[in-house]
């Protein structure tokens, strides 16, 4: 029977593999197999596409011979931008796993990146500086976004309830006999003490030295979520495996690509266990846990609903309609995080990050301005020469949040078509704000900035991030589909825009001029410089206790006031930290939501 041939817009899920026994089991994982997709010039990744459920699928391996996160970051860049309309990627593989009291974790298991121990479930151990104290460990990856973590959450459920299919989906690959339990051999952990001995196998290796486990009632992989290490090498020492482990509180398995994906895709990372991260790691389990991370990446595809899939086929046209990367912000640029959109725009300098903000109405008014800080401290993605129409139903759910902005500073209704254009926008991200809010509660203004807010019966908030624009234009005219059509005869896109995609500062003049010229549309908006259009807000939250003994210098300190609450009398001390989930205001409000993304639009915001 003949493959099916699809276009690129059509495919939705991207599935990430480093090695070819991973590819295997993933394809194995298709109920259907599709023709291939013509190859991109730019495009050196060769992809395997197909569906799943009701959900088309393009799988694709690292080149051979070549891992890490640099080379996992540019595979999963290429494909993104090959595949416009794409979702997610599912980061799926082989892993080395950590064996504790609290994750009874044994070969053949899966583990799967979920947010813990107020990391987003994946974090890079090596990465950050050297300093004369040693090695410092720096940065902060990002959570899956909310669509994976619903699905894991409703797999989970399933396999509470008993209802889970995992055991149906490894069965397909039942028919190849490597990737069977059988053929992995025993699963054997020894002391984290004792090294390994003799050949590739672990023959020669001491009995005595086996740690002694309660067997399990069936061979059936059990998952396990929670935090997955990332790095650049391969971990062959369980002292260094616990001790990374530890330091992180408690990690679940190491491996070697996630860390290039966190911070600029969308991704859920799902692991199969083959080996204890020790001397004694060999490669017998490679196919086995290959295949069960494969079939619960299947499992996890199946608690996604088909219409999340076709509403994202129906913002290609959106994204088809766009003269430039930024129409891909919410695919590029990973939004697990909730923006709140301001009233009017401020300049990027008024509100550095890591500010604290006593005012939501008109944050930069009374804020105390971050520190500066280390590039490392913060990451930010690029999205260059920005133009694009916003028509009603037509928008991508940014351009749908920020036309709002605009719409309200020119008292412009929300259906007249907008055309929005800049030279670029960025998202900016902090990382490890809870260790930027508490290195910055050790200065002394900025204590007494939160005393006095305090005393004021203020709520009070830490930007961890926010979205820009710079030099925003922006156009208003009527409604209706005419003026596209109109624009679509008489502006053809200048020479080579179909691979250069010309200027969009050079297509905007244009498009603006001939607008005006024909007394269709007009500039009501025009900025120079970087302006801030949605801000990212931590809420802060005091805890009061009694014991001097648990001072540390940082952010925890002698009570500063009694005025607010007569049961907080008999403590003396303070602890502020920042809330681990991200501030939405309990306010009548608009939320733009999607799979990766969530704006808030508030009808009035507080003025706290």
Known sequence: MAHRRLQREEYTVGWLCALPIERAAAEEMLDEKHEDIDQDARDNNLYSPGRIGEHNVVIVCLPNGLIGNNTAAAMAAQMMSTFRSMQFILMVGVGGGVPSLE????????????????????????????TPSGFQRTGFLNSPPLLLLNAVAKARTNQLRGT?????????LRHLPEFTRGAAGPDVLFEYTYNHEGGPTCQSCSAEKQVTRQPRSNEEPVVHYGTIASGNQVVKDAAQRDSISKEFGGVLCFEMEAAGLMNGFPCLVIRGICDYADSHKNKKWQAYAAGTAAAYAREVLSMIPPAEGAKARELVETIKAASGPLSRLVYTGHMARTDILVNHPLLKEDLPLASLVCNLQSPHQ??????????EDWSVALFEDYSAYVGKGRQSLFKEAVSTIFSRISDAKIDERIHVSASKAQKYTLLQPQMQFRKLCKIESVREWIRDNYNYNKDLFFVVGYLTMTGATVVRGPSGGEIQSNLDATLPLPAGAATNMATARDLDAQTTAHMNQNSLESVFYKADGEQIFCICYRKLKFSWFSQEST???????????????????AKSFVEIDIDKRDFVPEIPHETVEGPQEKYIIPHQLPRT
């Open 366 to 375: 009374d804020a105390y301005k971050g520190a500066d800080m280390d590039e």
């Open 103 to 130: 994750a009874d974790i044994r070969l053949g298991d899966v583990v799967v990146s979920n947010p813990n121990q107020g990391y987003g479930g994946v974090i890079q151990y090596d990465f950050g500086k050297a």
């Open 551 to 569: 001072l540390d210098g940082s952010n925890r300190w002698k009570l500063f006031t009694s005025n607010r609450g007569s049961s907080r009398a």
């Open 164 to 172: 889970s299919k995992l055991l149906e989906h490894i069965s397909k």
